[in-house]
């Protein structure tokens, strides 16, 4: 298949919804220019489809190979991640200090989906490498950060975050590796670290894992976690390449997806390196802090998988398209002279339709998620500041949840669309279901995501920024029957029935949120038991509310000079899809809903039934 990044539609959400050019007007961008960011946009979408969309069919054909605790990586991948590392896209949203380009991370959340609608698998090298960089720059010392981060930041060493043992899945308290202290100041690691992405390898000259263990005299639990730097090399003091440490990769998985990322058990302390029984590491911050320092990572992490999950079903629904443009057969239910492509057969409509719907909901929360990250970052408002710092901690676990559990759906109508030819591995729509299927999983479970969202995002400030995005699209909804009053006779209709379809959308958000406040307290497990259909019902009505601004900004009249660069078909196809998801897609929370109040029965009747115990 041949991959084009959708840059017209990152083009739209960046100017209406996520407000990059008010972005650029801060200080920290203002050498920054739109010119800039479409070039940006440009180069990468040749870039993405040139060099990495080619590799995605070898890197499900011919995985890395691991022989006596190497990996190697296939040639084809050495070449894409050479262009990569050439062209500097490691480095796009890190700071000029460290080599990098200091650029919006709304703009890099484009240049990484479409990185990861290219090739999943490969992806996932630089999405960890950008996970240690932020993690080193918030918590590293600076004899930390001069070492590791400017080689990262360029691409010459990449990384990887080390927090799963075979008897600790989800649960961290039980991570046993132990940091035996050195009279250097130096720490060696002992123990076993499993499904570790990109843990070996021979695409960079070094990898710098950040490892969660434990040192002699820690609490147990979470907060005897600490965090260590343990490179593959050593680094001497001028910045080359020492001695291999002591940490070793003993295999590799065998996956039903990704398996162009090798996922490594990575063995500490079995004297297999070059400096002696011991990984050697060195501490970030202060002892048994590690847990806090690696959700740094981890947060960066958990975005940066929603917006996998947003470029692999960007790549199935292109996929999808185009078979069915192309694919004849059947007369058309209201009679043809012959068979006709399927893509006019209203059920492969139907198909087609959500697929897009519910990948342009989830890009454009993920855009106002990072522009959100942004502005907490550099406005100079402290209030705002905080506010958006807020918006975007409630976004993260919506983001990655949301956009990954939608990936499963449409990369398996993907496959429905193809019919037969869909199981069949050689037309490509299978990959992408079979890729898609660890999204969920990996860097926090939905389950985890939703417990995350009630949590720590809806229940520590009350319920607050809920009910702000709530009056958001209220608003919204209001501002649809005004403009509707001045529209023509068929755009009319729409936007009335996107606007109804939004308020009773909020209805039954603000009806749970309400639920989620006043039962935790006395019934925490029926809260619970619909944490997941919370978190996919906010994610329904945000991507829903902004479909809403996206038509709202189809009829704007006052945007007609920025229209000029986009086509007259674009427009039209956004407000279709807009109607489509506030029609076809937004009821779904009313159920959801439902569900989410019936949340006592559903522990009423596990608790009169055996099959749960």
Not at 341 to 358: C, E, K, S
Not at 381 to 407: I, M, N, W
Request: charged content about 20%; hydrophobic content about 45%; proline content about 4%.
């Amino acid at each position: 298949m041949a991959y084009r990044a959708p840059v017209d539609d990152f083009k739209f959400v960046f100017h209406y919804l996520a407000d990059m050019p008010g972005l650029l007007r801060l200080s920290a961008f203002a050498g920054v220019e739109c010119d800039l960011v479409d070039a940006v946009l440009e180069e990468n979408a040749t870039f993405t489809a040139e060099a990495i969309a080619p590799t995605n069919r070898i890197s499900d054909q011919y995985p890395p190979i691991c022989q006596a605790g190497h990996v190697r990586m296939p040639d084809p991948i050495h070449l894409a991640f050479k262009r990569f590392v050439d062209g500097g896209w490691q480095g796009l949203r890190h700071p000029e200090q460290w080599g990098g380009q200091g650029l919006p991370k709304l703009l890099a959340t484009a240049t990484t989906e479409n990185l990861y609608a290219a090739n999943v698998a490969f992806s996932l090298c630089p999405m960890l490498t950008d996970g240690v960089i932020e993690a080193l720059l918030l918590t590293g010392s600076d004899t930390q950060k001069k070492t590791y981060v400017e080689p990262l930041v360029s691409g010459k060493w990449t990384g990887t975050m080390n927090l799963t043992e075979p008897q600790s899945g989800s649960d961290l308290s039980l991570v046993s590796t132990k940091a035996v202290t050195q009279t250097d100041g130096t720490y060696r690691l002992f123990g076993q670290k499993i499904y570790i992405t990109f843990g070996e390898h021979d695409l960079a000259e070094n990898i710098v894992h950040l490892v969660l263990a434990r040192t002699a005299d820690a609490p147990p639990g979470v907060k005897g976690l600490s965090l260590f730097i343990v490179p593959k090399f050593l680094v001497n003091a001028d910045g080359s390449l020492g001695a291999r440490n002591d940490v070793w990769c003993a295999s590799i998985e065998h996956k039903l997806g990704i398996h162009g990322s090798p996922t490594a058990v990575l063995l500490y302390g079995d004297d297999k390196g070059e400096v002696g029984q011991g990984a050697i590491g060195t501490l970030v911050g202060e002892e048994n802090r590690g847990l806090e320092y690696m959700f740094i990572m981890m947060n960066a992490a958990r975005f940066a998988v929603g917006v996998q999950g947003i470029g692999v079903s960007e790549a199935a629904t292109q996929q999808a398209l185009t078979y069915a443009r192309d694919r004849v057969q059947s007369r058309a239910i209201e009679g043809s002279a012959g068979p006709v492509a399927i893509i006019q057969h209203p059920d492969v409509q139907r198909m087609l339709m959500t697929m897009r719907a519910l990948t342009e909901g989830a890009r454009a929360i993920a855009c106002v998620a990072a522009a959100a990250d942004d502005l907490s970052l550099e406005h100079p408002d402290v209030e705002v500041r905080r506010e958006q710092h807020a918006l975007y901690d409630y976004l993260v676990p919506v983001v990655k949840g949301f956009s990954t559990e939608c990936s499963l759906e449409v990369s398996s109508l993907g496959v429905q669309v193809h019919g037969g030819m869909g199981f069949i591995e050689q037309t490509g729509a299978a990959q992408f279901y079979r890729d898609a299927r660890i999204l969920t999983i990996y860097e926090g479970t939905t389950a985890i995501q939703a417990n995350d969202l009630i949590g720590r995002k809806t229940l520590r400030d009350g319920g607050a920024t809920a009910q702000r995005l709530s009056q958001s699209m209220k608003q919204t909804a209001a501002a649809l029957r005004d403009r509707a009053a001045r529209a023509d006779v068929s755009e009319c209709a729409g936007l009335h029935l996107i606007a109804d379809h939004l308020l009773r959308a909020v209805t039954h958000y603000d009806a749970v949120v309400c639920y989620v406040l006043e039962q935790t307290k006395e019934n925490i497990r029926a809260v619970y038991a619909g944490s997941v259909p919370y978190l996919m019902l906010t994610g329904y009505v945000l991507s829903g509310w902004l479909m809403a601004r996206a038509a709202l900004a189809c009829m704007d009249a006052e945007t007609e000079a920025f229209k000029a660069g986009l086509s007259p078909d674009f427009m039209k196809n956004k407000f279709a899809t807009a109607v489509f998801y506030a029609g076809v897609i937004l009821p779904r929370t009313q159920a959801l809903a439902d569900a989410i109040h019936q949340g006592v029965v559903l522990t009423q009747a596990v608790e009169h039934s055996t099959l749960m115990h």
